[in-house]
């Protein structure tokens, strides 16, 4: 069964820093584009972050560029995303998905996306 799993999200204050976690079962990682999302209370789920399988190559939504790094380690079939100088507005829950291709990932297109994970809260707040 392929599963996608998010871990470490919380709460910390405005400034700080997680680090996401999305691990894969079931599926090589390696062979899949990944992205984060994110949905906001009452808004709609938007791209953060995409990685692509054959390059590394990285997509960045502008809100997040110079603070958040996505990057992934294919031993441990694992994608991260390092988030820092967090701010209030970055509040959702975080989505990881997964997308079987090669294609060089110039943006974060949710509809083509196939295996989501069950989502992460985060929580900026003093």
């Known amino acids: 069964q392929l599963q996608l799993v998010e871990s470490g999200g919380g709460l910390v204050q405005p400034g700080g820093s997680l680090r996401l976690s999305c691990a894969a079962s079931?599926?090589?990682?390696?062979?899949?584009?990944i992205g984060w999302f994110r949905q906001a209370p009452g808004k709609e789920r938007d791209g953060v972050s995409c990685?692509?399988?054959?390059?590394?190559?990285?997509y960045y939504a502008d809100s997040v560029k110079g603070r958040f790094t996505i990057y992934r380690d294919n031993a441990k079939n694992t994608a991260y995303l390092q988030m820092n100088r967090l701010k209030p507005e970055d509040t959702a829950v975080y989505y990881c998905?997964?997308?079987?291709?090669?294609?060089?990932?110039?943006?974060?297109?949710?509809?083509?996306?196939?295996?989501w994970g069950q989502g992460t809260q985060v929580t900026i707040s003093s």
């Open positions: 998905a997964a997308l079987f291709t090669r294609v060089v990932q110039t943006g974060c297109v949710i509809s083509q996306y196939d295996y």
């Open positions: 079931g599926f090589t990682l390696a062979y899949y584009a």
């Open positions: 990685i692509s399988s054959s390059d590394g190559s990285t």
